[in-house]
């Protein structure tokens, strides 16, 4: 069974600090891994998906990176703002099922 | 706008009462998820289908339900049988977007047993 884990749990950091958020599977066999956020009572936005075969993906300030054989993700969020602040969760696909980690909630103090 | 809708956005239930919570897509996806959340917990699957008329338990299925009669909806019903259901509910499709699989959510259901 994929296990999935974030760390760490949660995180503050001031505002302009560059963020990094930490990924681990158990199963290296997965089709991609997608990360999203979640504002407090609502649903998930995706923000990047990495296939198996990439290495990273870019979009504006953030940047995830994938190494499959050792089992690890991390997004790289680049100078913060209040409004990053949210729960950063990563999800991988293998067997046909997304399996999730805890999340990580990330507050950007101004 | 392609996406996917939950309905209701909140949603109240009696003890002994089943009640089915809506999920709809647009995205022409195959595959369909149910997942619950918990305070300060992370995401347990529920169901999930892979194709119409067919689904398969998740991790947490006692006590649920579910059908997929057509490929766009993808209803989850809470029975009785679930103890606890007072929770946060997502439900998700996954399918092919710009090269890759992608799985996109909705805006979630909120249940309370009242």
């Known amino acids: 069974k994929q296990e999935v884990t974030q760390i760490p749990a949660a995180l503050s950091v001031p505002e302009g600090e560059n963020l990094v958020l930490n990924c681990s599977f158990t199963d290296s066999a997965i089709y991609n891994l997608q990360w999203f956020r979640q504002d407090p009572g609502k649903g998930l936005t995706s923000l990047l998906l990495?296939?198996?075969?990439?290495r990273e993906q870019t979009s504006g300030r953030l940047n995830a990176s994938l190494d499959k054989s050792s089992g690890r993700s991390t997004l790289y969020i680049a100078a913060s703002q209040p409004g990053d602040s949210a729960t950063y969760l990563c999800?991988?696909?293998?067997?046909?099922?997304?399996?999730f980690g805890a999340g990580t909630t990330v507050t950007v103090r101004a | 706008d392609g996406g996917i809708t939950q309905s209701p956005k909140y949603l109240f239930r009696k003890e002994g009462q089943n009640v089915t919570l809506s999920c709809e897509q647009n995205l022409n996806h195959d595959a369909m998820y149910w997942y619950r959340q918990d305070p300060g917990q992370g995401l347990r699957l529920i169901y999930y289908?892979?194709?119409?008329?067919?689904?398969q338990k998740g991790d947490i299925a006692e006590g649920y339900s579910v059908s997929r009669e057509k490929k766009e909806s993808f209803p989850l019903t809470v029975t009785s049988a679930q103890k606890n259901p007072t929770a946060f509910y997502l439900c998700a499709s996954e399918g092919l977007q710009g090269g890759g699989t992608e799985a996109f959510f909705g805006q979630g259901t909120r249940l309370t047993v009242v």
């Open positions: 999800a991988v696909i293998n067997d046909y099922k997304l399996s």
């Open positions: 990495i296939q198996s075969s990439q």
């Open positions: 289908s892979q194709i119409v008329n067919d689904f």
